[in-house]
Each structure stands twice: as structure tokens, then as C-alpha cells.
């Protein structure tokens, strides 16, 4: 018994483990520890102990994880053998993943989903996702890039069906579950042929044998990227692979949706820049146009299709395929200015839509009206809280100046112009205009003095929902507070503030995103 | 000195804010108060900058402030910078001075009206606009104040907003300011061409080297700058606006088209003086418009029966005085005029406001009579203000009008025919002033007179609109129930008591050959002048003695006309029917411009509506877009059917183009 041990401990000093830097690790390992204790004190009986403690818990594993991440802003190293790298795109971009998964535990905090599923799972899940998008753009080849986004998937598949009552919730956890596993399929396809091709899976060998061996115009890498170019154009639901977006959006939780939307957003267009300006460098001539086309196709059919929309989350949906076609500009001109305009953007619109999202959970509640427009009607008298980050929100979203939505469409239009690409610059504008049809219509609504007579407030969630397969651990399960929740005003007034303070002082975030294209020194 | 240069400019505008801010708690007279107290202070900022302005050697009279650069790259230096100079100065001081004046018998004057606070606020505003026009430094301010002044102007011309023809009147005002603000810029377009320079004192200096070669372009600026001057001035043919904004209430038309704002053409033409000497042909056109019009308002001041309408012409002509006078070179004359005609036009208008009031709000000659013994001190003003205007010895436009005529006379050739016209204006002056007069004064004593002897105020049972007879909305944008008079409101009074004693004393700054104050003072500013004044005493002499002969003249004539004959007229006008017929209808002006611009411009517009717009633009491009926009829209709406398998499909297609493509690049 004694020398099996003695002889494990030998063999495994002979192993040489990679050498690992716990520091530079320190944020992904903050997420993953916060997963576990979540998950056990979601086991706790009080009621108290669910309830608070274990969002408590998953905010103060936010928290310090995004202390530790700026800990580290400026650090630029290679952790576990070369496999994650933490430099200023990663840091930049964890900052994103953070805000977003502390938004969405403040809005999560009273909201449905997570009594229906219980809180340690949905919280744990939640981290779970956020340490997938870590590990996904802190990574440094195609292995751990396909282990980062299964990781930053598969939890999302469970989030959006967790109001498991609901059929529609149920519907879009399992139509994101199919559409999503043929996405993640096609990647590692793709993968799998750039693999065989390169005979490497690092992105930096990558790069070099594109260089040495000339696979610009090889049949067998250019499937490759074929095939990951549709991939990740599923993550970034860049058109025409967004069909599962409007679906999934609308009927996920819709504080569930708010997440997917700004970090699962943020993660697409972080491996997007890292894997294409980095290790796909080389076959640029050739995929810039591909991704200049599906850029162009992906603009008009996200605002063509939020037009005419009444359900406020469906808009936003296709509002967000639309954002990922202008982002998608941003990673076309590979240019260092593209790369700041990009991760500029991503920022700006985290709080752009938390600003949203957190007033349409507030009215969802409120009203019981759901997500539809008519839960936003006249708000602009009574509710002058919600209704002007609302306002502010859809303002910025359509680029108008004076925020933050302006700033960061200026700077991905004048990278478009930089970079040989104006036209794409114009169809941007073309866009925007489109847009206005759609984030006017909000803003006349809560402008509108019509009055809409209100539903009785507690409607909220206390519509009969059916009973539970297995019955609830403590009895029914009851809705949440129809009163006016302070952590969605707080989330909505915070992001809308931010929305002009950005678009007014727009250097502060100018210099955080900077670092962010010290990653790519390969880019002009 | 500049501080309190800034705090001139500032003051009206903060005045202006604060009114418009803080409209619903000032109660009764505040704003009034409130609105005077900021333009005094204004006034005495103007005054201790005046002061420390003349501590100065003569050389270093023309300062400049720049507060900041708005806008300074390759080829274009555009400042917020103002230009303190003797002649900015002067501008300054008449502008607060007046506008203290005037905003102190508005406080009475306007009590009852419902938009008592709005009007403060419009009129400080105003004041301010006027200001950045005098103090501008560059072309590019200059403009922005050219165009605020006909902002503001167009604002308080229809002030009481429910006449439908005060409303017209505005919109007119404003229509005919904007093509003189565009001629203005356009003016400016060909000057910056060749200087290069925004800022006024950099062009002129070098304005003799950057127009070497190129004068038809210097000509054609000069010109257009003149059309801006016309149509701020009242000049023909931009002049139709003014008679029409009489529809203003009377302290504005005291205030903006009397003593200011219409004076900014005379001032223009002063301040671009180094400009119009080296484009003679620009100044002659500029004197000769101002002669014509001197003679055209002139006549139609004597048969104009609305008293305000008869004032307002006469404005006209007075401008033309002054046009002319700083077209032909003579400056300091023409600003001289400026100021005193300021002072005693604006106590005509107020005296004609305290009349109206009398009449409750009739403003028609034919229904006044005999108010000299109900409103004696009202009286007493008009005809101090009717002599300063007729230019009888001593008053204050005696000396003025004669010494623009004197230069005139001087520069010698064609200008002697401005300068008898110069002298008939003068003598028609003086018939056109007397009349109004006695028959507002004189003669048998109208009800509202004898009703006002008897102690009580008229008052109308039905507010009419003077004009056109609509009734009046008793609601909002009204002139208010009640009608104020100078002799019953101490602020009125003290207005017109001040500015009386300055028509009188006024023209004592020049007396010739005895003072020269303004000569003086304003000889930095004009000392690059080319234009030398040789001092004929022979010329002198007759112009004084003509000038007041023709002026007494005028007086004797009105006199023997309305008073001692009353029928005379009626004898007269039988004669020359015709010529009645021309001057009545004001020689046809808006008629000919009604054929020649409005007219046609109505006719394109609607054809172009009916055809361009109609068809191309609202159909084929916005129908065309919108048409794609939503069926693309519901193309992509149609292809969400829910359904999973089409998803995949949709997902399989695309990837397969995409894959197609990168395999043929490969």
C-alpha cells in the first residue's frame, strides 16, 4: 500500500507539469471557486440562505475576481504552457465578462428563473459561463478555444430554459441546445481541417505555418476557416446564422437574455479578433471580404428585422444582430484601430443594453405586461427612473451624439474608412438610419401621454403556472416582488449615466480599451 | 477694461436667461425692474470702459479681447473676440443708454400685457444681439449678431402673437433681414477670398495689398455688404418690412426700429470704411440708395395716416440721411445723426405710445384731435421731438443733419444732387413731423380727449386689432386690458424726461467751428480715412441758414395747411390725385416686389411641390426606400418561421456559400 504510494509519488515527481502562474490565473480561479461555493450553499435550507446569501456569494466572487483582473490589467504573460494569455485583450475583455455577470446577478437577484430552478444551480451556471468566455479569449490554441466555448455554451443552454414552467422558456433552452451544438460542430470542424493543414494548434505556430508554407491559398486550410468562419459567426449570430437569436432572446429569462447578450457578444468578438487577426493573419485578403459581405448582410437583416417588432426583447434581439455587424467591421479591416474600435464598442454596449434590460425586467415585473412595448407606454410621466435610461438607451443604440452609441460607431466607421473599407463605413450609416425606426418607436411610447390602463401589478408572476414535475422542495413556488425593485433602478440609472458620460468624456474608456490592441503587434 | 467690456456684453444676456428662467416666479413689475437694472448696469460697464478706452494714446484705441478660438486651423481664424474702438464704443453706449431708456418706460407701458416677463426677456435678448453685432471683432460674430438682431426683432414684431397681422409682419421682417443676411455672408465670402482673415483690423490693414488687382471682387463683397446694410436699414428696396413691424408693441419700435437696431447698416458701413473707400463705386451706390430713399419715405410720410406708420417712414428717411452720409465718407457726421436721431425718435415713439394710449390703442390720425390740453407733457415731448427732427436751431438734428450735408456738399460733383436732395428730404421733414402733430394736438378735442381732460382714461369696450378691426384674443399674446399714458406712470415720464433733455443738448457735441467732441473722439477709429474734408466756412454757413430756413418753413407750411386752413388738404390732394394715388400706396413697392419676387417664387414653389417633390422626392426616393426597407423587413420576417429544421437549413446554405467562396479563393 505504502510503496504504491511512495511509487505514485515518485512517478508523479517525474512528470513535469507545466509550470503555472497562479497570479496570472488568479481571476479565472476566483470564477471557479465562486462556482463551488455557490453550488453548496444553495444546498442550505433558510430560505434567507438561498435567496441572498448565494447571489451574495456569486457577487462577491464577481467582485473579486474583477479586482484581481485589475490587479493584473497591464500584465502581458503566458499561463499553463503557453495554452491561456493574459494581456490587455484578455483583461479588457474579462472587465466586460465581470460588469455583465454582476449586472446580471443584481438583476437576477429577485427575478424568477432563479427560484424556479433553485439558486445554486442558476447562479453556478452563470459563473460557469463567465469562466468559459475567460478561458475562451485568454486562449492561445484551438483546444482550449473549443473547451472555453463548450464551457461558455453548454450552462447557457440550461440558463435559458430555467423559468421551466414556461413553455417558451423551455423552447429556446432546447432550440439554442440543437442550433448551438451544430454551430459548435462546425467549428470544430473547422478546426480540425486548419489543425490538419498547419499540423499545429497553437494560433502563434499557426500564423508561422501559414507564413512558412504558404496555406493562403490551401483548399484544405481555406475549408477550415470556412467552416470556423461560420462557427463563430453563429456565436456573434452574425446573419444569416442569427436565425436562433430572436427566438432564444425572447424566450429565455429575460435577465438571461441581458447576459447572453452583452458577455456572450463581448466572448464572440474576442475569439473572433484574437483567431482571425492573430492566427489567420496571413489569409486575410481572403476572409476579410467574406466577413465584409456577411458584415454587410448581417446590418441590414438585424434592422430590417427589429422593425415592426412589438415585443421589446425580440427587438432588441435583432438590434443586437444588427450591432454584430457593425462590430464584425471592426475585426474586417484588422487594423490596431479596428481592434480598439471593436473592444470600444463591446463596452459601449454593455451599457447600452443593461440600460435596457434592466428597465424592460423592472416593467416586466411591474406590469405584467411582459416584454411587450405597451409595458413601456407613458412611463415618462410616472416612471422618470426607467424612462430615461430607456430613453438614453435607445438613443445610444441608434448613435446619436452625445453617447456613448455615437463615440463608438464614429470610431468603427472612421476604422472602416482607415482600412480600405468605406464602403462598409456607409453601410453602417445606412444602418443606423434603418434603426431609427425601430428606437424611436420605444422612445415615442414612453413619451406618449395615451394612457395604457394599468394591469394589476401583482399579474407579475403569479399567473397560474403549472404544477412542477416532482413538486418544489419547500411548496409553491411564489412570484417575486411586484414593487418596484431598487436593484433595477439602480442597474438601469448606473448603465444610462454611464451611456452619457461616455458619450461626453469618451477618453477614459479611449485609453482602457488601448490596451487592448497591445495584444495584436502584428497589426498596423 | 475687459472685464467690463465682456461684463457689457454679458449682462444683457444673463438679464435674458434669468427672465426667460424665472418667468413664472417674478410677479408684477419684477421682470420689468429686473430687466432695466442689468441694461444700467450694462450702461455704466460701457461708460467705465469708455473711460479707460480714453486713458489710452490715440494710437492704442483699438483693442481687441479674444475669449476664446472657436474654430482656428489652416486658413481660417474664427475667435470669440470682441473689438473695443472708439466707434464700438460710441455704438455701445448708445445702444445700453437707449435700451435702459426704453426697458424703463416699458415697465409701465407693458404692465397690463399678459407676456409682461416674455417681453423683458425677448427685449434683453434683443439688446444682447444688438451688442455682439457693435462689439464684434471678426465677420464671423458680426454675422451671428446680424442675424440674432433679426431673430429678436422678428420675436417682438410678433410679440402679440394672435394678430394674425402682426404674425405677417414678422415672418415679413424676418423674410427680408434673412436676404440681407445672406448678402452679408456672401459679402464676407469675397472679402475672407482675399484677405484670408476673419478678424476686421487684420483685413483692413492689409486690405490695400489683398485687393491689389482683384477691386471687382472688393466691389461685388462691398455691394452684397450693402444689400445686408439695406435690408437691416429699412433701405430701398428692402425697406417694406418697417412699416409693417410697427406692429410691434410701441417700446419696440422705440427701441429696435428706431434708435438700433435698423441703424446697424449705417454702422456696418462705418466699420467696413477702409473697404468701401478702396470700392468708391460700393459707396456711391450706398449714397445714392440712401438719397432715393430719404425722398421716397419722405413723401409717403405725408399722406400716411397711421401715427406710428408716420413715424416709422420717417425713420426710413432719417436712415437714408445716414446712409448716404457714411457712403460719401462723412462718418462722423453720419454717426453723429445716428445718436441724436436715436434719442429723438425714440422720444417720438414713446410720446406716440402715451397718445395711443390715450386713444386705447387707436393709432389712426384721422380719429385724433386736440389732445395738447389733456397730455401736456406728452405734448411737450412730441414737439421737442418734432423739432430736433424738422433740424430747427438749437435742437440736437439740426446740427447733425447739416454737418452730413456740409460733407456732402464738400466732396462736390454729382454729390451735389445728393445734397439738395439731402435739403428737400429736410424740408419735407418738417411738413410730414408738423402734420402729424397738429392733427394729433391741435383742432377740436376728440371724445377720448375730452374724456381724459374730464380725469378718466378711455378705455375700449371691444379690443380691435388698429388694423383690419379683428377682435382682439383677450387670452394670451394680447396687449393687455389696460392702456398707459405718461402722464399717469412715473417710469414713462422719467424715460421721456431724459431723453427729452437729450434731443435738446445732444447736437451741442458738434457745434461747428465751436465743439468737436465726437470728431475727436472717433478720429482713431477713421484715421486711416482717405477721404480729406476741406473746410469750406462759405458752404458752412448756407447750410446752416438753409437748413433752418427750410426747416421753419416746413413748419409754417403744415401749420397754414392743418391749422389755419383745415380744408387745404382736401384741396390739394383733389389736385394731384395721381400722385396722392402713388405716395398712398407707398410708390407701389410691395405691389412690384409682390409681382417680381413673391409671386413667381410661389408659382416654382408650388410646381415644384406638385411635380419634383410629389413625384421624385416623396415618391421615388423616400416611397422607393421605404417600399425596400419594409419589404425586406417582412422578407426576413417570413424566412423566422420557428421551425428548427429551416434554421439548420438556412445555416447549411449559408455555410455553404461561404465554404464555396473560400474554396474558389483557395
Known amino acids: 500500500m505504502s510503496s504504491a504510494f511512495l511509487s505514485l509519488a515518485a512517478s508523479t515527481g517525474k512528470i513535469k507539469g507545466p509550470h503555472i502562474d497562479w497570479a496570472g490565473l488568479s481571476p479565472l480561479v476566483a470564477i471557479l471557486g465562486g462556482v463551488v461555493v455557490v453550488l453548496m450553499a444553495g444546498l442550505l435550507r433558510p430560505r434567507f440562505a438561498r435567496e441572498q446569501l448565494v447571489p451574495g456569494l456569486a457577487l462577491v466572487s464577481l467582485l473579486a475576481s474583477l479586482g484581481l483582473t485589475i490587479w493584473q490589467l497591464d500584465e502581458d504573460k503566458s499561463l499553463v504552457a503557453n495554452s491561456l494569455r493574459l494581456d490587455g485583450l484578455s483583461t479588457t475583455l474579462t472587465v466586460i465578462f465581470l460588469a455583465a455577470g454582476i449586472a446580471t446577478t443584481l438583476l437576477s437577484w429577485r427575478a424568477l428563473a432563479p427560484r424556479e430552478s433553485a439558486h445554486g444551480e442558476y447562479f453556478a451556471l452563470m459563473l460557469t459561463s463567465i469562466a468559459g468566455m475567460i478561458v475562451l479569449v485568454w486562449a492561445q490554441d484551438t483546444i482550449t478555444l473549443f473547451l472555453g466555448l463548450e464551457l461558455l455554451s453548454i450552462p447557457l443552454y440550461v440558463l435559458c430554459a ?51 508554407k504558404g496555406l493562403s491559398s490551401d483548399t484544405l486550410a481555406l475549408g477550415g476557416i ?19 437569436t430572436p427566438d432564444v432572446y425572447q424566450g429565455a429569462p429575460t435577465p438571461v437574455t441581458a447576459f447572453m447578450a452583452v458577455a456572450t457578444k463581448a466572448a464572440a468578438f474576442g475569439v473572433f479578433l484574437r483567431f482571425f487577426d492573430v492566427a489567420l493573419i496571413d489569409a486575410q485578403s481572403t476572409w476579410g471580404p467574406a466577413l465584409a459581405a456577411l458584415a454587410t448582410i448581417t446590418i441590414i437583416v438585424g434592422n430590417v428585422g427589429a422593425l415592426g417588432q412589438s415585443s421589446l426583447k425580440r427587438m432588441l434581439a435583432y438590434s443586437s444582430v444588427a450591432q454584430a455587424g457593425y462590430m464584425l467591421a471592426g475585426v474586417v479591416v484588422s487594423t490596431q484601430l479596428g481592434v480598439r474600435a471593436t473592444v470600444f464598442y ?49 438613443l445610444a443604440l441608434a448613435g446619436v451624439p452625445a453617447t456613448a452609441g455615437f463615440i463608438g460607431k464614429f470610431q468603427l466607421i472612421r476604422a472602416t474608412v482607415d482600412g480600405d473599407y468605406a464602403w462598409l463605413g456607409i453601410v453602417i450609416v445606412v444602418g443606423s438610419m434603418i434603426s431609427l425606426g425601430y428606437y424611436l418607436k420605444v422612445i415615442a411610447a414612453i413619451w406618449s401621454t395615451d394612457a395604457v390602463d394599468e394591469a394589476p401589478a401583482t399579474a407579475g408572476g403569479s399567473v397560474a403556472l403549472p404544477a412542477l414535475a416532482g413538486g418544489a422542495p419547500d411548496g409553491p413556488v411564489t412570484a417575486p416582488p411586484a414593487k418596484p425593485a431598487w436593484e433595477l433602478t439602480l442597474v438601469s440609472v448606473v448603465f444610462g449615466a454611464a451611456i452619457v458620460v461616455i458619450g461626453v468624456l469618451p477618453q477614459p474608456l479611449f485609453d482602457f480599451v488601448e490596451r487592448a490592441s497591445s495584444a495584436f503587434a502584428n497589426l498596423v | 477694461m475687459q472685464t467690463t467690456a465682456w461684463l457689457v456684453l454679458g449682462l444683457p444676456l444673463l438679464g435674458s436667461i434669468l427672465i426667460g428662467l424665472l418667468h413664472k416666479v417674478l410677479k408684477g413689475k419684477a421682470a420689468g425692474y429686473l430687466g432695466t437694472l442689468v441694461l444700467l448696469a450694462s450702461f455704466v460697464c460701457a461708460v467705465l470702459t469708455l473711460l479707460s478706452l480714453q486713458d489710452r494714446s490715440a494710437e492704442e484705441r483699438q483693442v481687441v479681447f479674444v475669449a476664446w478660438d472657436y474654430a482656428k486651423s489652416v486658413g481660417l481664424d474664427a475667435q470669440v473676440s470682441i473689438l473695443i474702438d472708439p466707434l464700438s464704443l460710441l455704438m455701445m453706449c448708445v445702444v445700453t443708454g437707449v435700451s435702459t431708456l426704453i426697458h424703463l418706460y416699458s415697465i409701465a407701458y407693458m404692465v397690463s400685457d399678459r407676456g409682461y416677463n416674455r417681453f423683458f426677456a425677448y427685449l434683453n435678448f434683443f439688446v444682447f444681439s444688438m451688442l455682439l453685432l457693435v462689439m464684434a471683432a471678426n465677420f464671423l460674430l458680426l454675422i451671428v449678431g446680424w442675424a440674432f438682431v433679426g431673430a429678436a426683432s422678428y420675436l417682438l414684431i410678433s410679440f402679440w402673437f394672435r394678430r394674425t397681422t402682426a404674425t405677417s409682419a414678422g415672418i415679413k421682417a424676418f423674410v427680408i433681414n434673412v436676404v440681407g443676411d445672406v448678402g452679408l455672408t456672401l459679402g464676407t465670402f469675397f472679402i475672407i477670398k482675399h484677405s484670408g482673415s476673419l478678424d476686421f483690423l487684420t483685413t483692413f490693414k492689409g486690405a490695400a495689398k489683398s485687393f491689389d488687382g482683384s477691386n471687382a471682387d472688393l466691389t461685388a463683397g462691398c455691394i452684397l455688404l450693402l444689400v445686408g446694410a439695406f435690408a437691416k436699414s429699412a433701405q430701398i428696396p428692402f425697406h417694406t418690412w418697417l412699416p409693417d413691424a410697427m406692429e410691434g408693441p410701441t417700446p419696440v419700435s422705440s427701441l429696435i426700429h428706431a434708435a438700433t437696431m435698423v441703424t446697424a447698416g449705417v454702422y456696418l458701413i462705418a466699420r467696413m470704411h477702409p473697404l468701401f473707400e478702396l470700392a468708391p463705386s460700393a459707396g456711391d451706390v450706398g449714397a445714392i440708395v440712401g438719397a432715393v430713399t430719404l425722398l421716397v419715405a419722405g413723401t409717403i410720410g405725408l399722406v400716411v395716416t397711421d401715427l406710428k406708420r408716420v413715424i416709422a417712414y420717417s425713420t426710413m428717411s432719417q436712415i437714408g440721411y445716414m446712409i448716404m452720409g457714411v457712403s460719401s465718407g462723412a462718418y462722423v457726421a453720419g454717426l453723429f445723426h445716428l445718436m441724436t436721431h436715436a434719442f429723438f425718435k425714440a422720444l417720438l415713439f414713446m410720446a406716440a405710445g402715451s397718445v395711443i394710449g390715450a386713444m386705447a390703442g387707436n393709432q389712426d390720425l384721422n380719429r385724433m384731435g386736440g389732445f395738447r390740453k389733456a397730455m401736456p407733457f406728452t405734448f411737450g415731448c412730441f414737439v421737442i421731438g418734432g423739432l430736433a427732427l424738422s433740424g430747427i436751431p438749437p435742437f440736437s438734428g439740426f446740427f447733425s443733419k447739416d454737418e452730413i450735408l456740409l460733407v456732402i456738399g464738400e466732396r462736390g460733383g454729382w454729390h451735389w444732387a445728393l445734397y439738395v436732395a439731402g435739403y428737400v428730404g429736410a424740408f419735407l421733414t418738417a411738413v410730414y413731423t408738423w402734420r402729424m402733430i397738429f392733427r394729433a394736438f391741435f383742432g377740436a378735442a376728440v371724445p377720448e380727449a375730452v374724456e381724459l381732460e374730464g380725469g378718466h382714461l378711455h378705455h375700449a369696450e371691444v379690443h380691435t386689432n388698429p388694423n383690419g378691426g379683428e377682435v382682439e384674443d383677450t387670452d394670451v399674446g394680447f396687449p393687455g386690458p389696460e392702456h398707459h399714458i405718461a402722464e399717469r406712470a412715473g417710469e414713462m415720464k422719467g424715460a421721456m424726461s431724459v431723453l427729452a433733455l437729450l434731443a435738446v443738448v445732444g447736437g451741442f457735441l458738434q457745434i461747428p467751428k465751436v465743439t468737436s467732441v465726437l470728431d475727436d473722439f472717433l478720429e482713431p477709429t477713421f484715421a486711416d480715412s482717405t477721404i480729406q474734408h476741406s473746410s469750406n466756412d462759405g458752404l458752412l454757413v448756407v447750410g446752416l441758414v438753409l437748413g433752418a430756413v427750410l426747416g421753419l418753413a416746413g413748419i409754417a407750411l403744415a401749420y397754414r395747411v392743418w391749422v389755419q386752413k383745415p380744408g387745404t388738404s382736401a384741396v390739394v390732394l383733389e389736385r394731384f390725385k395721381p400722385l396722392h394715388t402713388l405716395f398712398v400706396n407707398k410708390w407701389f413697392f410691395d405691389e412690384g416686389i409682390d409681382l417680381v419676387f413673391v409671386r413667381p417664387g410661389a408659382w416654382l414653389g408650388r410646381a415644384s411641390r406638385n411635380s419634383f417633390e410629389r413625384l421624385f422626392v416623396n415618391g421615388t426616393l423616400i416611397g422607393g426606400s421605404t417600399g425596400i426597407v419594409r419589404a425586406s423587413s417582412s422578407a426576413v420576417r417570413a424566412i423566422q418561421t420557428g421551425l428548427l429544421r429551416s434554421y439548420t437549413a438556412l445555416l447549411l446554405l449559408g455555410l455553404t456559400v461561404v465554404g464555396v467562396y473560400f474554396l474558389v479563393s483557395a
Open chain 1, 346 to 394: 463591446l463596452a459601449a454596449y454593455l451599457v447600452m443594453n443593461l440600460a435596457a434590460f434592466g428597465v424592460i425586467i423592472a416593467r416586466e415585473r411591474e406590469t405584467g405586461r411582459g416584454d411587450d412595448i405597451s409595458a413601456v407606454t407613458g412611463i415618462g410621466a410616472s416612471r422618470p427612473l426607467l424612462a430615461w435610461p430607456l430613453t438614453i438607451s435607445m
Open chain 1, 226 to 244: 470556412a467552416l470556423v468562419v461560420v462557427g463563430m459567426c453563429f456565436k456573434a449570430s452574425v446573419a444569416p446564422f442569427h436565425q436562433w
Open chain 1, 162 to 212: 430555467t423559468e421551466m414552467r414556461r413553455a417558451s422558456s423551455l423552447e429556446s433552452g432546447l432550440k439554442y441546445l440543437v442550433v448551438g451544438s451544430v454551430g459548435s460542430a462546425t467549428l470544430l470542424y473547422g478546426l480540425a481541417l486548419i489543425y490538419g493543414a498547419t499540423g499545429s494548434t497553437g494560433y502563434a505556430e499557426t500564423a508561422q505555418a501559414f507564413a512558412a
